[in-house]
């Protein structure tokens, strides 16, 4: 159980108290209540040796109404819907669609902030530090930096293949370099299953 993630939920609670009418404040605290009784039950199978698959702390909130679990990024925390609203801003800015941005993000770091590859690519969009550099990133794991240089550099590859997602998407995980030597998308298995798990996200 991260500790963090229940103080940081603790916190919320008691400024929703500070906040929101009293009708609301109830629903929430129900919702709390019902969230903190799940992570002990779960805790307290764990201690007596149940082997049992216990749920994540993102599951057990998707079963409470008013309760979102923020992204960390050390002390920091990001939102769910500040995400949403970087990924709006971006793909306004960079006009990409905010389904395929998201569809990115997904396949590239399963909204992890803090994913680092083995090949060193990190964040969100898992930026290569030397594409990042290129693209005016200071912070590869700052969220609004992170997410408008991946948007801009799918942008940038849209544009280079003439709208085609599949190019674009096989040049953001291979490369252009590789994307043209192969006149298409490269006989990598890595960048074939990418290209066909990004698209299935994206049309599902």
Do not use: W
């Amino acid at each position: 159980m991260n500790i963090s993630y229940i103080q940081y939920a603790m916190q919320a609670q008691m400024m929703a108290n500070l906040t929101n009418s009293s009708s609301t404040n109830q629903v929430m605290t129900n919702d709390f209540d019902t969230l903190l009784q799940s992570l002990i039950s779960q805790t307290e199978l764990a201690q007596n040796g149940n082997t049992q698959q216990a749920p994540s702390i993102r599951e057990l909130l998707q079963s409470t109404s008013n309760v979102t679990l923020p992204v960390a990024s050390g002390d920091a925390y990001v939102s769910n819907s500040s995400i949403d609203s970087l990924i709006e801003e971006a793909g306004s800015t960079y006009n990409v669609d905010t389904k395929l941005i998201h569809s990115v993000i997904q396949a590239e770091s399963g909204y992890n902030q803090n994913a680092v590859s083995q090949a060193g690519a990190q964040g969100f969009m898992q930026l290569m530090p030397t594409t990042a550099q290129s693209l005016g990133v200071t912070d590869a794991f700052d969220a609004r930096q992170n997410i408008f240089a991946g948007t801009k550099y799918l942008s940038q590859m849209l544009t280079k293949y003439n709208g085609n997602k599949q190019l674009a998407l096989a040049a953001y995980n291979a490369g252009p370099g590789n994307v043209d030597k192969h006149n298409g998308v490269p006989p990598f298995n890595e960048t074939q299953n990418y290209v066909k798990k990004v698209l299935g996200n994206y049309f599902a």
